[in-house]
């Protein structure tokens, strides 16, 4: 099963970002996530066993996760403005995210990252957008402001992302 770590958002967060990413429907490439599944990816750890599951809920639930405050920063888009395949909203500080995320990297040692982490919340995918949709895009990130909707990270979550051909279902996994 596809498995990831997570921080959830708060309800104000999740519906400022829904908010904003209307101004973003006209591109006809995105496709948008579901407020419900919006999260900060702590770590993707990819396919696992139902074994490896288990160890991975027993290394994270001994835990010790001290509660700090986030909140949204800006728009961006990855790898870049001009060439978006994703777009999202930043989280900051990011000192704070950066801390929990080595926290979890000592307690999963053997789960590497294929990039470093940026915190951030994915808003849209974007599926070869056409040159126009490009200079749009780059031009709403620079012009759509986002309120800094503040807070609290108390706990993360082992999450199992299904996908399906309506975007992807995402399930808690209990840390038992």
């Not at 990831?4 to 006809?28: G, T």
């Not at 996760?65 to 888009?77: A, D, N, R, T």
């Not at 000192?95 to 919340?121: E, G, N, T, W």
């Not at 279902?169 to 038992?176: A, D, M, P, R, S």
Request: hydrophobic content about 40%; some cysteine.
């Amino acid at each position: 099963m596809r498995v990831f770590i997570a921080v959830d958002l708060s309800p104000e967060a999740r519906n400022e970002i829904e908010r904003v990413s209307k101004d973003f429907f006209e591109i006809r490439s995105a496709r948008f996530v579901r407020p419900e599944n919006m999260h900060v990816t702590m770590k993707f750890l990819g396919e696992l066993t139902e074994d490896a599951v288990h160890q991975v809920a027993v290394a994270l639930k001994g835990l010790e996760i001290h509660p700090f405050k986030v909140k949204l920063s800006k728009l961006g888009c990855f790898p870049d403005e001009a060439n978006p395949h994703v777009l999202w909203a930043g989280v900051e500080p990011h000192m704070m995210l950066d801390q929990l995320k080595r926290i979890i990297d000592r307690a999963l040692p053997s789960y590497k990252d294929d990039h470093p982490f940026q915190s951030h919340v994915t808003i849209a995918r974007l599926k070869f957008p056409r040159p126009d949709e490009k200079t749009k895009i780059a031009s709403l990130v620079k012009e759509v402001k986002i309120e800094p909707k503040e807070w609290e990270v108390k706990r993360i979550r082992l999450m199992k992302s299904t996908l399906t051909e309506k975007g992807a279902v995402y399930e808690e996994i209990k840390l038992n």
